[in-house]
């Protein structure tokens, strides 16, 4: 299975639009849960309270990637590599964390099994997801050697 923990919702219909495409192309792969948790207004104490609503859905047995810009850099067969091994060594549920507007806490940093990072860029955290859902596409596309256009 794979999760992805992202803290706020999606407005945009762009983009429900894309993640729902991605999604239904993903289900003959995966089973897919999108689980969304509530920003927080920014403050002082904004990050911990995302983390606490972020690591209530992280189980014991979760193998947790976080999305971070300091994170290792793969290229799309790399991803596909790293997803590929997981699934050999047993790891059956893949949660990916993606943060709000100020990134993830150390706390659920921390807690990841892998940082990864997509770019050096900052990208929004709804544009984020739908990388994020191509990326992992792109990977069972690659991982099948079925085709993908490019």
Do not use: W
Request: net charge positive; charged share 30%; hydrophobic share 40%.
């Amino acid at each position: 299975m794979i999760r992805i923990v992202a803290v706020g919702k999606i407005k945009e219909n762009f983009f429900t639009q894309a993640i729902d495409e991605y999604s239904k192309r993903l289900s003959g792969y995966y089973k897919l849960q999108i689980v969304e948790v509530a920003d927080e207004k920014c403050d002082d104490k904004t990050l911990e309270k995302e983390a606490d609503k972020i690591l209530r859905h992280l189980k014991e047995t979760d193998y947790v990637i976080a999305l971070v810009i300091k994170g290792q850099k793969f290229s799309s067969e790399g991803f596909a590599e790293t997803i590929r091994q997981l699934e050999l060594e047993g790891k059956s549920n893949i949660t990916f964390v993606i943060g709000g507007s100020l990134g993830l806490s150390k706390r659920v940093i921390d807690r990841a099994d892998l940082k990864i990072s997509f770019s050096d860029m900052t990208f929004p955290h709804q544009l984020m997801r739908v990388i994020l859902l191509e990326q992992i596409y792109r990977a069972c596309k690659i991982n099948r050697n079925e085709p993908y256009h490019k």
